[in-house]
């Protein structure tokens, strides 16, 4: 089962659910609340879920996906939700971040000690859903898409469900200086998350599902690349475990968990290139690449 939020035809946010290839609506507005209940009451809360798919589909889940559905748009799965993020938990990654830092050690470190590296990359009002637009940063050279399973993580530290995740990064300016970091992932748009949040369960092995990367240039595609999420060094759960030390998430939080897919040192994004992330199970993530506006009223 997947929950999502959607903008309707009179322009209301509400929560969907998707089940058997069909989305329906649900009396409730609020992800957060709709998180909180199935954390502190699961089984009741799925059987509210269930019994809003007695009523009329809104649309078929490939119309949502695909952004063609005439009732209703798909919105980024999250509402108060701050997205933290991830790094160096796959090999590949580990290698990519030494590289562009010129041999430095910090992420060869990193990858082997107890503690993960973990960092904020967006607020809401960052954050875009699938068939939206992502921006590079219009001072960046080396900008890269990083494909990533994502957690849907309760205000009480419980692993709930898994979406999909874009943690657009400027390798340029983090290479520069790791110091950089907050510069080179933080910014307007600078994460796409989506398609909806697919509920945990036991016949879902989130720790062994292939991720997938297709990255398209005027119709063409110009790199794929391929993982799973079987080559993570860390658990889900030791994540979410250190994210939660000293922390407090109210509203829950969504984790991204990190890349497994770099493209080559020649490579970077530009504008009107199209994204797409897919993960069996998770769903498809799309996005079209524009390149940010720069100064907001900077002096």
Not at 259 to 275: A, C, E, H, Q, Y
């Amino acid at each position: 089962m997947r929950i999502c939020r959607v903008t309707t035809l009179s322009n209301s946010m509400r929560i969907a659910v998707e089940a058997e290839g069909q989305c329906y609506l649900t009396d409730e507005d609020s992800l957060t609340a709709v998180l909180s209940a199935l954390e502190v009451d699961p089984e009741a809360t799925r059987t509210l879920l269930v019994e809003a798919t007695h009523g009329r589909p809104l649309a078929t889940w490939s119309d949502l996906e695909e952004g063609i559905a005439s009732e209703a748009q798909l919105l980024a799965p999250l509402d108060e939700q701050e997205v933290w993020a991830s790094g160096v938990t796959y090999e590949r990654s580990m290698q990519a971040r030494e590289d562009e830092s010129q041999g430095s050690g910090i992420y060869d470190r990193v990858y082997v000690a107890p503690r993960p590296e973990l960092f904020f990359k967006a607020g809401a009002t960052r954050v875009v859903g699938t068939n939206d637009v992502l921006y590079i940063r219009s001072d960046a050279s080396w900008s890269v898409p990083e494909p990533e399973l994502a957690l849907a993580i309760g205000p009480r530290g419980t692993i709930l469900g898994y979406t999909i995740g874009n943690d657009v990064s400027s390798r340029d300016i983090e290479g520069e200086n790791p110091l950089y970091l907050p510069q080179a992932k933080v910014y307007a748009r600078c994460c796409g998350l989506g398609p909806a949040i697919t509920l945990a369960a036991s016949d879902l092995n989130a720790h062994d599902l292939p991720i997938a990367l297709t990255i398209t240039r005027g119709g063409v595609p110009v790199f794929r690349g391929e993982t799973s999420t079987n080559r993570i060094r860390r658990t889900f759960e030791d994540l979410a475990r250190y994210l939660f030390r000293d922390n407090l998430f109210p509203n829950g939080v969504v984790l991204l968990t990190g890349t497994g897919i770099v493209p080559p040192d020649n490579f970077t994004l530009g504008p009107r290139d199209s994204v797409e992330i897919m993960i069996p199970h998770i769903g498809r993530l799309r996005h079209r690449i524009e390149r940010g506006p720069g100064d907001h009223g900077a002096a």
